[in-house]
């Protein structure tokens, strides 16, 4: 994901679908979080878009799969 959207709930809610459907075609457990950039103090949309895109994953992956794992690396 783009980090130009993570600051956009439209944009997070597709992405989310996105990986709903990956676990149903693939059959996985959950879905891992590893974000390798760096957030600077300048740039608070993308620390909240991010914080928000984890809550928002975690919620819809608790509602459809209830044994799921969202985790963070």
């Known amino acids: 994901m783009s980090e130009a ?3 956009i709930k439209t ?5 989310i679908q ?3 459907a990956k676990v149903d075609q693939y059959y996985l457990d959950g879905i891992n ?6 957030i600077l103090p300048d740039q608070p949309g993308i620390r909240k878009g991010y914080t928000d895109l984890v809550r928002e994953t975690k919620a819809a ?3 459809k799969y209830p044994d799921s794992m969202v985790t963070i690396l």
């Open 33 to 38: 979080f590893d974000y390798e950039n760096a």
């Open 61 to 63: 992956f608790s509602e």
């Open 11 to 15: 944009a997070r809610a597709t992405w």
């Open 5 to 7: 959207v993570l600051p």
């Open 18 to 20: 996105q990986q709903l």
